[in-house]
Every structure is written in structure tokens, then in C-alpha cells.
């Protein structure tokens, strides 16, 4: 693997792009110094240039170049608990952050991952390298090298293949440029075990936030298939009443739910992480045997309010 991440080292350095794991999906990843580069990741994503990206790096020293003045108090708190880990921070920018990376915005955000692969690369690049998912914008982020290989194809310069993402949904994301500090995007590291660190509530931001951050339009994450959320409840009876209305059903939900004879079912771990770990392989299952997806959310607390996030998402209206 060590002549891979040399070969990465080198497209990344001449400008082009590496489709990296992580320990939440895989990104798509350019050098963040390298404005030609970060907008080819625009182009290749379909993803509008307002949209800022989050520059990864391969440990917290890294990061403070980033940010203006350094990582305030509460960044370094939260760095020093959860990185390497699925966790960005939102802070004041440094003269490092172009505006291509950041949106025009005077904010950026960073992370150091916690993949084995994407820290090796990240040393060995030695700076900064702007990473948004590696699928089409607005669309159900890879977690797998094969899910980048499939929607990206020869767009991608290179795919470090580091196995299926652990985690499997994206970083949390945390404002930290005031205080007390907002969550912008519920992920890998559970709300409560952020306010344990800080030893206060966090405000929850919503879509209409002044800070842009990714993963905060109403639609996203989305399949082809059309996607409902429905109760445990409801799941039985509105599976049925789809099924005999025509549709090829898929439901997404745990295995002791029972369900109608001729619906699909794609079965979820009971537990909340477990859930978040399949859930992006699941709905690119669904898209490939039905044409309607009806899925059971877990409850809204650690990973769950991720998941329940990340799905509301894909069902929501679409633009």
C-alpha cells in the first residue's frame, strides 16, 4: 500500500483528485492549496462553488494553520477528544483557506480523519487536502471504493481502496467560532458526548444558519427511489397499501418488524450505530430492487439523530 499513497501523494500534488476512505464515507479529495483543483471537485460533483468543503489534515497541529489565531478554546477541547475522528470544526479562517475551499465565506472547516489509509496520506502530503463525499452532488455518499469507482468513474484520478467505511455517515460538524457553540450537521460523534466535553448544551442550528456548511440543504442524501419514513406502527399496513397499488417495494428497517408477503426487506442492526454503518449501502440496494423505499428511523439520540437526519433528507421534496 505504500507505493498507492506515494501514487496519491503525486496526483494530489500535481492537481489532481484521490478518492479517499474515511472512517465516515469516502471523499473526494484535492489539494486545498491548489485552487484549479478544488474547483475541479465542483465540476466533477455537479456541486454548486457556494458550497464551502472541509479541508482535512493529519493532526491537530495542521489544523491550527488553517484557522485564524488558532483553534478557540472550545475547538481545542473538542480536537483534543475526538480527532482523529468523525468530527469538523467550523472556525475563522487563515490566509490558507482560499475561497474556493471556503464558499467566500471568512469561516473553514477541518477534521483529521480516523482511517489508517487517510492519515498515511495526509502525512505524507503534508498539508491540507479539501475532501467533500465522492458522489454526484445532492446524491447517496460512497462508502466503499466501489460506490466511488460506479458513480464517479474515470472522473477520479485515483481510488484509495480502504475498505468499507466504518463509521458510515458523515462528521458532525460544530461551529466553534462563538459561543456556546452550534451543531450544524448531526454525525459520527453523538451530540451528547460533545456536550459532555463542553460541559454545556449546544444551540442546534437549522438549514437557515449565517454559517454554510455541508450536508445542510433540505434535500440531500438522496436515491433514485422515491423515500418515506414511516413508523413501526405504520410499516406493515403502508407496505402493503404500496405493494398492491403497484409499486416494487423496499423497506429498510430491523428484522423483528414483520412485513407483507412480495416487499423487499434490506434489514438494519438494531442498534443505532449499526444502523448508520449499512444505511447508505442499504439505500443504494433499495435503488437497484425497487422503485419505492419505505424506511424505519431509530430513535433521535446518539448515532440516531444522524441517521434520522440523513433520511429525512432523502425524502424530502426535491429540487
Do not use: C
Not at 7 to 13: D, G, I, N, P, S
Not at 40 to 46: D, N, P, T, Y
Not at 85 to 94: A, D, F, Q, W
Not at 222 to 244: C, M
Amino acid at each position: 500500500m505504500a507505493s498507492e499513497i506515494a501514487r496519491a501523494v503525486e496526483v494530489l500534488r500535481a492537481g489532481g483528485l484521490v478518492g479517499l476512505p474515511t472512517e465516515t464515507v469516502y471523499g473526494l479529495g484535492a489539494d486545498a492549496s491548489n485552487d484549479l483543483a478544488v474547483r475541479r471537485i465542483f465540476a466533477v460533483k455537479g456541486r454548486p462553488s457556494s458550497h464551502p468543503l472541509i479541508v482535512h489534515v493529519a493532526n491537530v497541529e495542521r489544523a491550527r494553520d488553517w484557522a485564524l489565531g488558532g483553534l478557540p478554546e472550545a475547538g481545542e477541547r473538542l480536537a483534543r477528544a475526538f480527532w482523529p475522528g468523525p468530527l469538523t470544526l467550523i472556525v475563522k479562517r487563515s490566509a490558507r483557506a482560499s475561497d474556493a475551499v471556503t464558499g467566500g465565506q471568512d469561516t473553514v472547516g477541518l477534521r483529521v480523519p480516523a482511517h489508517p489509509l487517510a492519515l498515511e496520506l495526509l502525512e505524507a502530503f503534508s498539508g491540507g487536502v479539501a475532501a467533500p463525499s465522492a458522489n454526484r452532488f445532492g446524491k447517496v455518499s460512497p462508502t466503499t471504493a466501489a460506490h466511488v469507482k460506479s458513480e464517479l468513474g474515470d472522473d477520479v484520478d485515483l481510488i484509495l481502496d480502504g475498505g468499507p467505511s466504518r463509521v458510515g455517515v458523515e462528521s458532525t460538524i460544530i461551529d466553534v467560532t462563538g459561543d456556546p457553540a452550534r451543531l450544524l450537521r448531526p454525525g459520527g460523534v453523538s451530540r451528547e458526548a460533545i456536550e459532555s466535553v463542553l460541559g454545556k448544551p449546544l444551540v442546534i442550528a437549522t438549514h437557515a444558519t449565517d454559517v454554510r456548511a455541508p450536508g445542510m440543504l433540505e434535500s440531500h442524501y438522496a436515491p433514485r427511489a422515491g423515500l418515506w419514513l414511516v413508523s413501526a406502527e405504520e410499516v406493515f399496513a403502508e407496505a402493503e397499501r404500496r405493494r398492491e397499488a403497484g409499486a416494487r417495494v423496499v423497506v429498510i428497517a430491523p428484522a423483528e418488524m414483520p412485513l407483507p408477503e412480495g416487499v423487499t426487506r434490506l434489514t438494519v442492526p438494531s442498534d443505532d450505530a449499526g444502523f448508520a454503518r449499512v444505511l447508505y449501502a442499504h439505500l443504494r440496494e433499495a435503488d437497484a430492487l425497487g422503485d419505492l423505499i419505505l424506511a424505519v428511523p431509530p430513535p433521535e439520540s446518539g448515532l440516531g439523530l444522524a441517521v434520522r437526519d440523513r433520511l429525512q433528507r432523502a425524502a424530502a421534496r426535491r429540487p
